[in-house]
């Protein structure tokens, strides 16, 4: 089991930097590929970073590439979230998720379905 809890969402203008953490319980982290969704009142959620167990391999969704650099510290038991050049249309609520089942060799899953633990969510509201 995992359990996951986000922080660091909140208001920031359009232009501005957030950093969103997640903090994992349990001793499978380091065993899991972590993910970061974001959904919007009315809409599926939807896929934004993701990033490999040992941290090596990361993907994004072309929207946030660029701009958005997630990370890990296995030590830490924590996923990071580093939101730069944000914008109106990133305003979502921000999930972890994790996935400790097997994978693919160097695949990175951008579907909800294929996570199997999350968060509770962190608001972020981009003001234009």
């Known amino acids: 089991q995992v359990q996951l809890l986000e922080s660091g969402g909140g208001l920031v203008q359009a232009g501005g930097s957030l950093r969103l953490s997640c903090e994992a319980s349990?001793?499978?982290?380091?065993?899991?590929?972590m993910g970061w969704f974001r959904q919007v009142p009315g809409k599926e959620r939807e896929f934004a970073a993701a990033?490999?167990?040992?941290?090596?391999?990361?993907f994004y969704t072309n929207s946030v590439k660029g701009r958005f650099t997630i990370s890990r510290d296995n030590a830490k038991n924590t996923v990071f979230l580093q939101m730069n050049s944000l914008q109106p249309e990133d305003t979502a609520v921000y999930y972890c998720?994790?996935?400790?089942?097997?994978?693919?060799?160097?695949?990175?899953?951008?579907?909800?379905?294929?996570?199997?633990?999350w968060g509770q969510g962190t608001q972020v509201t981009v003001s234009s």
């Open positions: 349990g001793r499978t982290f380091s065993n899991a590929d």
């Open positions: 998720a994790a996935r400790s089942l097997p994978s693919a060799i160097g695949y990175l899953y951008t579907t909800s379905d294929e996570y199997q633990y």
């Open positions: 990033i490999s167990r040992s941290g090596g391999r990361t």
